[in-house]
């Protein structure tokens, strides 16, 4: 939403918000979990001359449908005792790359990161194996095993790993707290730390992990929350940032 021209920092349920700029006007981009709760929120804000303020908003009430998978792997759905320490692990690992904030100027207008039918499923309320699970957090991208994964804007390799829902991972942090991330790749032609151009290769497209299929799972997070990957497809987006 749009802000005044003195805004110096936004933060919204204790987490510092992406500032951009488009035609002039800055704009608070703010990520809503998928478990917000209708009603009206306030952005905390602070001014360049230091002074305190706050804007409110409101979230509507969305609906998103129900869809139900059959995944071979019973093992991916309902994991063994001894693969929980991993989960844990794993889920640790990236909750730490999501929160990370780097203060630099930030990219809007994606690439898409690879070719193929894009699924609409973001949010959609997942029944694996006949059982309720999270709501799915990202796009999906079919495409052949192999197909190449680039990155869609500049960015930072903070993780990478071969986890136990998502198989081959990698997390690329693209500054503010805009962080995308890469699953079920083949190959990662990426290492921890790596500095990407946007279109860089990332890795390709697989079928490692919890899937039905080759594909790829894309998330987008915005200050801790998961986000659909498709608003940043748009052409609409503000283009620029700057802290
Ligand atoms: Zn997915």
């Known amino acids: 939403m749009a802000v005044d021209k003195d805004v110096h920092t936004v933060r919204f349920e204790d987490r510092p918000?992406?500032?951009?700029?488009?035609?002039?006007?800055?704009?608070?981009?703010?990520?809503?979990?998928?478990t917000t709760k209708p009603g009206n929120y306030?952005?905390?804000?602070?001014?360049?001359?230091?002074?305190?303020?706050?804007?409110?908003?409101?979230?509507?009430?969305?609906?998103?449908?129900?869809?139900?998978?059959?995944?071979?792997?019973?093992?991916?759905?309902n994991?063994?005792?001894?693969?929980?320490?991993r989960i844990r692990e794993e889920r640790a690992t990236m909750d730490q790359a999501f929160v990370n904030?780097?203060?630099?100027?930030?990219?809007l207008?994606?690439?898409?990161?690879?070719?193929?039918?894009?699924?609409?499923?973001?949010?959609?309320?997942?029944?694996?194996?006949?059982?309720p699970r999270n709501?799915?957090?990202?796009?999906?991208?079919?495409?052949?095993?192999?197909?190449?994964?680039?990155?869609?804007?500049?960015?930072?390799v903070t993780a990478m790993g071969e986890y136990f829902f998502n198989?081959?991972?990698?997390?690329?942090?693209?500054?503010?707290?805009?962080?995308?991330?890469?699953?079920?790749?083949?190959?990662?032609?990426v290492k921890p730390g790596a500095r990407l151009e946007q279109g860089a290769l990332i890795g390709k497209v697989g079928q490692t992990g919890r899937v039905t299929g080759p594909h790829l799972h894309w998330s987008v997070s915005l200050n801790n929350a998961r986000v659909d990957p498709a608003l940043f497809l748009s052409r609409a987006a503000p283009q620029v940032g700057a802290p």
Do not use: W
């Not at 918000?17 to 998928?34: C, D, F, H, I, S």
């Not at 001359?49 to 139900?68: C, I, N, T």
């Not at 990202?138 to 990155?151: E, K, L, Q, S, Y």
């Open 79 to 85: 994991p063994y005792q001894q693969d929980l320490p």
């Open 17 to 34: 918000v992406l500032l951009a700029e488009q035609a002039g006007k800055r704009y608070a981009v703010v990520g809503l979990a998928l």
């Open 135 to 156: 709501p799915h957090s990202g796009m999906d991208i079919a495409a052949p095993t192999g197909t190449p994964v680039i990155a869609p804007a500049a960015g930072v």
């Open 101 to 107: 904030f780097a203060a630099v100027p930030v990219q």
């Open 167 to 189: 198989g081959n991972t990698v997390i690329v942090d693209h500054g503010q707290g805009l962080v995308t991330m890469y699953c079920h790749l083949s190959e990662m032609d």
């Open 109 to 131: 207008d994606f690439l898409s990161p690879t070719q193929g039918p894009k699924s609409s499923s973001f949010g959609s309320r997942r029944i694996l194996n006949g059982q």
């Open 42 to 77: 306030q952005l905390a804000l602070t001014t360049t001359q230091g002074a305190l303020a706050s804007q409110s908003f409101q979230v509507q009430h969305k609906d998103y449908p129900e869809q139900r998978l059959t995944i071979a792997d019973d093992r991916k759905v």
